[in-house]
C-alpha cells in the first residue's frame, strides 16, 4: 500500500503564495500518474491538477494561469505551486497516486486563504 503525505499547506493572504508537496512512499512513484485534488466545506472533492509519469500536465480551469504542478521523481515527491491565491481557493488539498496498482490518498493539507 502505498503512502502519501502532503505538507505546506497554511495560512496565507489573497494575493500570496504557497508550495505543496507530497512524498510517496513505495517505488512506483515514477510509473504513476500524480495529482492534486481539493475539497471545501460543503463542496464535492475536486481535480486541481494532474501529472503523468512522463510529465504531462492537465489544469482544472480555476487553476489555469495560476498554479503550477511538478514532479522529482528522485524524490518520490509531487509538488503544487500556488500563486495568486484567492479566498475560494481554501480547501484541504489531497494527493492522488494513480497506477495500474490502483489508486491512494493522501491526508490532506489546510489552505487557506484570508481576504
Known amino acids: 500500500q502505498v503512502q502519501l503525505v502532503e505538507s505546506g499547506g497554511a495560512l496565507v493572504q489573497a494575493g500570496g503564495s504557497l508550495r505543496l508537496s507530497c512524498v510517496a512512499s513505495?517505488?512506483?512513484?515514477?510509473?504513476?500518474?500524480m495529482g492534486w485534488y481539493r475539497q471545501a466545506p460543503g463542496k464535492l472533492r475536486e481535480l486541481v491538477a494532474t501529472?503523468?509519469?512522463?510529465?504531462?500536465?492537465n489544469y482544472a480551469d480555476p487553476a489555469k494561469g495560476r498554479f503550477t504542478i511538478s514532479r522529482d521523481n528522485a524524490k518520490n515527491t509531487v509538488y503544487l505551486q500556488m500563486n495568486s491565491l484567492k479566498p475560494e481557493d481554501t480547501a484541504v488539498y489531497y494527493c492522488?497516486?494513480?497506477?495500474?496498482?490502483?489508486?491512494?490518498w493522501g491526508q490532506g493539507t489546510q489552505v487557506t486563504v484570508s481576504s
Open positions: 492522488n497516486l494513480r497506477s495500474a496498482l490502483g489508486s491512494s
Open positions: 513505495g517505488n512506483i512513484f515514477r510509473i504513476s500518474t
Open positions: 501529472i503523468t509519469s512522463g510529465g504531462n500536465t
